[in-house]
């Protein structure tokens, strides 16, 4: 171990103080907004995203309740291999991307 320890000045600014905005970073007003709404979206405090084809609700029953409703109910995995790039639709692919991301479900059922 070193015979000494540096230490820095004091400059009475918090570690929050170091981090420029996304303004100063060079993000434009417009792209801060869709930044934004982004995050709203992915935190769940607003219903939808007009890009969005389905509302995802975040949680292990709301998984299972895709599965079921894709698998079972609407019989879609008999045509998987036709539609699995498929992205304009909620049935287009099983959509379960998110809840498999955040461990809601597993691969392993």
């Not at 291999?81 to 287009?92: C, H, S, T, V």
Request: glycine share 10%; net charge negative.
């Amino acid at each position: 171990p070193p015979s000494f320890i540096l230490t820095l000045p004091d400059s009475g600014l918090t570690g929050s103080d170091y981090l420029p905005d996304l303004t100063a970073l060079g993000f434009s007003d417009e792209e801060i907004q869709r930044l934004q709404e982004s995050i709203a979206v992915s935190e769940g405090t607003c219903n939808t995203h007009p890009k969005g084809v389905m509302q995802f609700t975040g949680g292990e029953d709301a998984a299972l309740a895709r599965l079921q409703q894709w698998m079972f109910t609407d019989d879609r995995l008999q045509h998987y291999f036709d539609i699995r790039n498929g992205m304009l639709g909620e049935g287009y692919s099983t959509k379960l991307s998110p809840w498999l991301s955040a461990g809601c479900i597993s691969p392993r059922l």
